[in-house]
């Protein structure tokens, strides 16, 4: 894992001190079905079962990059999976911040709750909920980030729940995804930038293929 995270820097990719520490510490094969673990080093998204997958480390470490989550603030995690994004944000909002992790699926719910749960972070609430709509009792949010595709658009209701002064990154395409940056500059004025390249499962509400 330390050579991937070296090209990692060198590519570009990472570039925060904060965030390269929480990769070393962070263990991307704690995060995996036991099958899996030797291949933790891979830069390539996993299976995770229910066609869901642990995202590429190269897509981690720029949704991160942008993200920029800070120590002490409230971040949410939308499809938390397998627990390993769960678990950096955690690191990098330390003890005084709060990650509130979603994940729709009951069985990767509790995969990721028990992974995130051998590093003992006691500022991680999980939800088992549909990601979608949010999390209107822990609003508003410093910071909201997304690891599954909008294939319309941004969803207004991650904008409502964010903070003013606050950033949400989200995926945004039907086949193929921008990682759309939004910066709540004030209630009523949005910051954007695009970066295009990507390919995520869609977002969808909880009833979808229940």
Excluded at 13 to 18: A, I, Q, V
Excluded at 91 to 102: Q, R
Excluded at 133 to 141: D, H, I, Q, T, V
Excluded at 181 to 200: A, M, N, S
Aim: charged share 25%; glycine share 8%; proline share 6%.
């Amino acid at each position: 894992m330390e050579q991937l995270i070296g090209d990692l820097i060198k590519e570009g990719y990472l570039k925060t001190e904060r965030i390269i520490n929480a990769f070393r510490k962070v263990q991307r094969k704690d995060f995996l079905p036991d099958n899996l673990k030797a291949d933790a080093a891979l830069n390539i998204p996993l299976p995770i079962s229910h066609g869901q997958t642990i995202s590429q480390p190269l897509t981690v470490a720029f949704m991160l990059e942008l993200l920029q989550p800070k120590a002490g603030e409230r971040i949410l995690d939308v499809g938390s999976g397998s627990g390993w994004q769960t678990a950096l944000l955690a690191e990098l909002a330390g003890p005084a911040g709060t990650v509130y992790a979603i994940e729709r699926i009951p069985e990767l719910f509790r995969f990721g709750k028990k992974n995130v749960s051998t590093y003992h972070y006691s500022n991680v609430q999980f939800i088992c909920a549909d990601g979608t709509k949010g999390y209107r009792k822990a609003a508003p949010f410093d910071k909201i980030v997304v690891a599954a595709a909008a294939e319309i658009g941004v969803p207004d209701v991650f904008i409502n729940q964010l903070k003013v002064g606050g950033r949400l990154v989200i995926p945004v395409g039907k086949y193929e995804q921008s990682m759309v940056v939004i910066d709540k500059i004030t209630d009523t004025d949005l910051k954007e930038e695009r970066h295009p390249g990507f390919q995520f499962v869609p977002l969808v509400p909880k009833e979808w293929g229940e």
